[in-house]
T-cell receptor
Framework: DAKTTQPNSMESNEEEPVHLPCNHS???????IHWYRQLPSQGPEYVIH???SNVNNRMASLAIAEDRKSSTLILHRATLRDAAVYYC?????????????FGPGTRLSVLP | GAVVSQHPSRVICKSGTSVKIECRSL??????MFWYRQFPKQSLMLMAT?????????EQGVEKDKFLINHASLTLSTLTVTSAHPEDSSFYIC????????????FGAGSRLTVL
């Protein structure tokens, strides 16, 4: 898997937007950018994914740089329930046997 | 949406016994499932890739005779921790992909194993 780098931790105030960055300078043309998050004592949960265009869903937005070497996960209004470790991972489309390699992720703390 | 069920969610066993953890894809078929282990305050570490109808592929340093993986059907993979020791106490997580589209993985809720 191409490598991704994320800040170890970030902090946000409740009800404020949060921008979680991810660098993936060695991304290939067939790599999707995936974001997952893991709440305490739970398995990772899918958040969002994208290839080239920005994406929105009910949980978050994904902004992808034009050169695709970086992306930003945007939580529009952080809640206490969003406190989790967020993982940015690249997945080669079509390579379904490819495993996910988890880096340390970004631990998001949300302050009331 | 895709759902992966993992059972049991918590298990406590005595040292020397074996423990089986099940991972089921409830609404899709998965030719490949993945097993991870996670120690406190650490990230997920891939243990093995489970392939339906064939032998699992283990990551370096993972003992295949200790962590037995069986993927007998397209919806079920099992991980058996044999002769468990306290150092095997960990959070075990499975995942599966629908084998289509953008290759999104769905994860189970995890199984916390405590070996006394």
């Amino acid at each position: 898997d191409a490598k991704t780098t994320q800040p170890n931790s970030m902090e946000s105030n409740e009800e404020e937007p949060v921008h979680l960055p991810c660098n993936h300078s060695t991304i290939s043309g067939t790599d999707y950018i995936h974001w997952y998050r893991q709440l305490p004592s739970q398995g990772p949960e899918y958040v969002i994914h994208g290839l080239t265009s920005n994406v929105n869903n009910r949980m978050a937005s994904l902004a992808i740089a034009e050169d695709r070497k970086s992306s930003t996960l945007i939580l529009h209004r952080a809640t206490l329930r969003d406190a989790a470790v967020y993982y940015c991972i690249l997945r080669d489309v079509g390579n379904y046997g490819q495993n996910f390699v988890f880096g340390p992720g970004t631990r998001l703390s949300v302050l009331p | 949406g895709a759902v992966v069920s993992q059972h049991p969610s918590r298990v406590i066993c005595k040292s020397g016994t074996s423990v089986k953890i099940e991972c089921r894809s409830l609404d899709f078929q998965a030719t490949t499932m993945f097993w991870y282990r996670q120690f406190p305050k650490q990230s997920l570490m891939l243990m093995a890739t489970s392939n339906e109808g064939s032998k699992a592929t283990y990551e370096q340093g993972v003992e295949k005779d200790k962590f037995l993986i069986n993927h007998a059907s397209l919806t079920l993979s099992t991980l058996t921790v044999t002769s468990a020791h306290p150092e095997d106490s960990s959070f075990y997580i499975c995942s599966a992909s629908r084998d289509s589209g953008a290759n999104v993985l769905t994860f189970g809720a995890g199984s916390r194993l405590t070996v006394l």
